[in-house]
């Protein structure tokens, strides 16, 4: 303030400006010497994850996240936790709005930051831009006459990140009509999806490793509007010939307000029902290929009546990582929901971060590096 007096005292002329100008010249002023500077980012030497549990993962949110120093910590933060891997969302209508057109300067971005981090990355690709849709629809419609323009996506995708990104899963949850642009589900037409975008990818990549989506986990009654049984879904998937399109399995295991032991049924959603997923793999002649928990966990929000009590989501969190190393050896990795949100969602939903949006560590992210490194429980032993 001392230097906007001693330059007004220069400038007596200013009692005869009117008041707006004057308002408007002061704030100028002050925006120039306060003017924010970009923050340089480097992504220093390339680091190594030090965890005695290499199934750890993560679901990040770095789709929206704008400034690329959040990017570099988000991702620094998840290697110093002890979780190898993470899961990250790459909606095609962002990267490809006009046909043809590729802009890979925000997935460049993450993957690199990722990359240089030690991270192994899973890209969920879904998100239909409007020119391959019709005027009206949601992002997750898609139909027969476009599935070609979602190949050629996979295809530049995978031919870009090829060596950094050797993982991906084609769409998501569509066993649920809100994923399928609000139409009725239709497992015979993702499986058609799936052979084009896997043929395409692997044109790209023959090394890319193509993962089916992660079904909802869901018990919805035979002829539901909003969706299908995931064992259901799957086990048609495979009659229409799916085995031939996949590499992989992308699940989703929410623990609800069950221990992750609860014991696998048909009926119920729970952490285990994973195993139900892999059976169907197996029966199907699939049991020797990989699965990926691409989403799950727990939830500790103190209203939300599918959630559990923060200690619980401690003990749960840490036994569904120790499981799936011990004893689930066809799982390859468990990334749980969510690492961080940019901003805060101001639903049960911030209750499922590990990690505040201005990075401060929840109990949660605490837990998990104190068993990454082999350390006494901080939390848990109190």
């Known amino acids: 303030m001392q230097q906007m007096r001693k330059y007004w005292q220069h400038f007596p002329a200013h009692k005869y400006l009117p008041l707006a100008l004057r308002l408007a010249m002061i704030a100028l002023f002050l925006w120039c010497i306060n003017k924010p500077t970009k923050r340089l980012v480097v992504y220093g030497p390339p680091q190594t994850v030090q965890t005695a549990n290499p199934k750890i993962g993560v679901h990040t949110r770095l789709t929206d996240e704008v400034e690329e120093w959040k990017i570099q910590r988000t991702l620094q933060m998840v290697g110093q936790m002890g979780s190898p891997w993470v899961v990250e969302y790459f909606p095609w209508g962002y990267y490809e709005p006009v046909k043809g057109k590729y802009d890979w300067g925000h997935p460049d971005v993450v993957v690199n930051h990722a990359v240089a981090q030690g991270l ?43 060596g950094r990104v050797n993982h991906i899963i084609i769409w998501n949850e569509p066993n649920l009509s809100f994923e399928w642009g609000y139409r009725p589900v239709d497992p015979e037409a993702y499986v ?42 799957l086990q048609r998937m495979y009659d229409a010939g799916a085995a031939d399109y996949i590499d992989g399995m992308a699940i989703h295991a929410y623990g609800m307000t069950f221990p992750p032991d609860d014991p696998a049924d048909p009926q119920q959603i729970n952490f285990s029902r994973a195993e139900l997923i892999y059976e169907v793999m197996a029966r199907n002649g699939d049991g020797d290929k990989p699965c990926y928990i691409t989403e799950g966990g727990w939830n500790d929000h103190p209203r939300w009546t599918k959630a559990v009590r923060p200690y619980q989501r401690l003990e749960y969190t840490i036994r569904a990582y120790e499981k799936a190393l011990t004893e689930w050896d066809w799982c390859e990795a468990v990334a749980l929901w969510a690492f961080r949100y940019p901003w805060p969602q101001k639903t049960y939903q911030d209750s499922f971060a590990f990690v505040t949006p201005e990075f401060v560590p929840k109990p949660v992210y605490l837990e998990t590096m104190h068993y990454a490194r082999n350390e006494p429980f901080e939390f848990l032993e109190r």
């Not at 009206?136 to 995978?158: E, K, M, N, P, Q």
Request: charged residues 25%; proline residues 8%; negative net charge.
């Open 192 to 233: 058609e999806l799936l052979r084009i975008a896997y043929q395409r990818a692997k044109e790209a990549n023959p090394d890319v490793q193509v993962l089916a989506a992660g079904l909802a986990p869901t018990i919805a009654p035979p002829g539901s509007e909003w969706g299908m049984d995931d064992l259901i879904y």
């Open 120 to 162: 192994t990355v899973i890209a969920r690709i879904d998100f239909v831009p409007e020119w391959a849709r019709p005027p009206g629809t949601t992002s997750r419609y898609l139909d027969r006459d476009h599935f070609d323009d979602y190949g050629d996506f996979i295809y530049a995708f995978v031919d870009h990140f090829k």
